[in-house]
């Protein structure tokens, strides 16, 4: 089992940046996966970005050229840059892991992020 502790999420305006981060309790090193996930109001949980243990990285079609998710294994981190920020970026977005490829998805408590001005 891996607690994952997600934090940077906030309010911020149309066109802005922020940078989300996930610190897990263990090493992420051999992990099959991590990634982020939103959800809005009213809406099911969707995949925004996953980065895979080689570093393979996959995005939704919707954040493609303006997110960037990375992966530290030395601080046990992964994060997600979010540039070009738009109102329909608002949700609530949740940490993923993955320990293994048999393992069920271990999920963080969740960040606001709210794209208004």
């Known amino acids: 089992q891996v607690q994952l502790v997600e934090s940077g999420g906030g309010l911020v305006q149309p066109g802005g940046s922020l940078r989300l981060s996930c610190a897990a309790s263990?090493?992420?090193?051999?992990?099959?996966?991590m990634g982020w996930y939103r959800q809005a109001p009213g809406e099911q949980r969707e995949l925004v970005a996953t980065?895979?243990?080689?570093?393979?990285?996959n995005y939704a079609d919707s954040v493609k050229g303006r997110f960037t998710i990375s992966r530290d294994n030395a601080k046990n981190t992964v994060y997600l840059q979010m540039n070009s920020l738009k109102s329909e970026d608002t949700a609530v977005y949740y940490c993923n892991a993955r320990p293994s490829v048999y393992s069920a998805p271990e999920w963080g408590q969740g960040a606001q992020v709210t794209v208004s001005s």
């Open positions: 980065i895979s243990s080689g570093g393979t990285k």
């Open positions: 263990r090493s992420i090193f051999t992990f099959y996966s």
